[in-house]
């Protein structure tokens, strides 16, 4: 089993910045793929950004493209989201998923690992 917390949400004004954080627990093995997720109110949950173990490359949805930057440091086993330039339509719960797979999906049914949540609202 992997447990995942994320932290770092809150309420921000559209053109700040925020960085969430994903910290992992459980089985030693650390070669999983990881990746963001968020669900706006009345949506369905879509992909962030996310980074494949087998050659550590990242993957973003296109409306996240020049502004979030996905990153992880595998010695203290915590998955990071940079968000910059922020907009309202960035609203939603975002979400930090796993698996044990090598290349990154935008999938949401092929992740089986899942964080609480945390909560990202950008005002206008």
């Known amino acids: 089993q992997v447990q995942l917390v994320e932290s770092g949400g809150g309420l921000v004004q559209a053109g700040g910045s925020l960085r969430l954080s994903c910290a992992t627990s459980?089985?030693?093995?650390?070669?999983?793929?990881m990746a963001w997720f968020r669900q706006a109110p009345g949506k369905e949950r879509e992909f962030v950004a996310a980074v494949s173990w087998v050659d550590g490359k990242t993957h973003y949805a296109d409306p996240v493209k020049e502004r979030f930057a996905v990153s992880r440091d595998n010695a203290k086993r915590t998955l990071y989201l940079q968000m910059n330039n922020l907009k309202p339509e960035d609203t939603a719960i975002y979400y930090c998923?796993?698996?044990?797979?090598?290349?990154?999906?935008?999938?949401?049914?092929?992740?089986?690992?899942w964080g609480q949540g945390t909560h990202v609202t950008v005002s206008s």
């Open positions: 459980g089985r030693s093995r650390t070669i999983y793929t």
């Open positions: 998923a796993a698996d044990f797979m090598a290349i990154a999906t935008m999938r949401p049914n092929d992740y089986d690992y």
